[in-house]
T-cell receptor, first 117, second 110 residues
Framework: GAVVSQHPSWVICKSGTSVKIECRSLDFQATTMFWYRQFPKQSLMLMATSNEGSKATYEQGVEKDKFLINHASLTLSTLTVTSAHPEDSSFYIC?????????????FGPGTRLTVL | DAKTTQPTSMDCAEGRAANLPCNHSTISGNEYVYWYRQIHSQGPQYIIHGLKNNETNEMASLIITEDRKSSTLILPHATLRDTAVYYCIVRVPSGNMLTFGGGTRLMVKP
């Protein structure tokens, strides 16, 4: 099946610093990628939808200037958490959509655990 | 997307079949049933999907009732590695994001 990778798998940073998370589709082209966030014991919540070559669409309540998303190619999307604070500590997961809409399955990366001190 | 209802948790003995139910009584004719699972501290994993016919792949079987108001995901021989949260999602294939509910926490026990 399709494989999506994320890097890094975990990161610890100081409050006020920025962190970049990469999401790659390894064996297929993903015109659309999604970024989710998951807090402990909660379900996944969509943060933004990323389309190759265009600006991301953010969900209500997600600050676009704080969570910068770039989808410069069909296999790579990046999420940058700017000026991170402890409340940004979470499990960040990306997914990439298989291009066939009739199937419309999404393949998820393994996630990145961010801890902000 | 149609609303789904799943039990909060289930237990299953290792080696036995795990049957996970999902109710989706408001499903519309062009909505598919998708199943994903999330093992602890990992990203969700696609399992299977179907429209109205029963489906089987190397991971599981999906049984959809004739009226399509409910479905069952079957793991034929559960192993300890199948312990995870299983999500049933009903939606029209649209290319849009997935909406995750609470899912069913399946615990496979020795």
């Amino acid at each position: 099946g399709a494989v999506v990778s994320q890097h890094p798998s975990w990161v610890i940073c100081k409050s006020g610093t920025s962190v970049k998370i990469e999401c790659r589709s390894l064996d297929f082209q993903a015109t659309t990628m999604f970024w989710y966030r998951q807090f402990p014991k909660q379900s996944l919540m969509l943060m933004a939808t990323s389309n190759e070559g265009s600006k991301a669409t953010y969900e209500q309540g997600v600050e676009k200037d704080k969570f910068l998303i770039n989808h410069a190619s069909l296999t790579l999307s990046t999420l940058t958490v700017t000026s991170a604070h402890p409340e940004d500590s979470s499990f960040y997961i990306c997914s990439a959509r298989d291009g066939q809409v009739i199937i419309d399955t999404q393949y998820f990366g393994p996630g990145t655990r961010l801890t902000v001190l | 997307d149609a609303k789904t209802t799943q039990p909060t948790s289930m237990d299953c003995a290792e080696g036995r079949a795990a049957n996970l139910p999902c109710n989706h009584s408001t499903i519309s004719g062009n909505e598919y049933v998708y199943w994903y699972r999330q093992i602890h501290s990992q990203g969700p994993q696609y399992i299977i999907h179907g429209l109205k016919n029963n489906e089987t792949n190397e991971m599981a079987s999906l049984i959809i009732t004739e009226d399509r108001k409910s479905s069952t995901l079957i793991l034929p021989h559960a192993t300890l590695r199948d312990t995870a949260v299983y999500y049933c999602i009903v939606r029209v294939p649209s290319g849009n994001m997935l909406t995750f509910g609470g899912g069913t926490r399946l615990m496979v026990k020795p």
